[in-house]
């Protein structure tokens, strides 16, 4: 048996039985806000434009003012970065919902681990 056959669902779900952001078009359009210090501009971009490449995928990156207690914004995803201390992970996302629409969602890269290491910055 084939170890990725228990990744692959029986009865995928259908388009309307997902969680999912709300969207008034086909594919996915979503405002991405950078919250991280200005050192991680680059990598946020190309972040940013590497994701763009999927077909069905429409991120819009728009700077905002540095944030290290990454406040959520209805309807966006805000990502900010800063020294989370010793914890077990190096970046953390949080999706809020309500009646299975993705509100708004937050994700924070923890500087502890991630250091100046620009791949693990970039994948992360």
Request: hydrophobic fraction near 35%; proline fraction near 5%; charged fraction near 25%.
């Amino acid at each position: 048996s084939n170890p990725v056959d228990y990744f692959i669902p029986v009865d995928p779900p259908g388009i309307k039985e997902t969680i999912r952001w709300e969207n008034t078009t086909m594919g996915l359009q979503l405002t991405v806000e950078n919250a991280c210090e200005d050192r991680w501009d680059a990598i946020f971009q190309q972040s940013l434009a590497e994701w763009d490449l999927s077909e069905g995928v429409t991120l819009r990156g728009v700077k905002t003012a540095y944030d290290f207690d990454c406040e959520p914004s209805m309807g966006r995803l805000k990502v900010c970065n800063g020294n989370y201390g010793e914890t077990p992970w190096k970046g953390l996302n949080v999706a809020y919902l309500e009646n299975d629409l993705i509100l708004y969602s937050v994700a924070t890269l923890n500087e502890f681990h991630l250091g100046n290491n620009d791949d693990a910055r970039l994948y992360t």
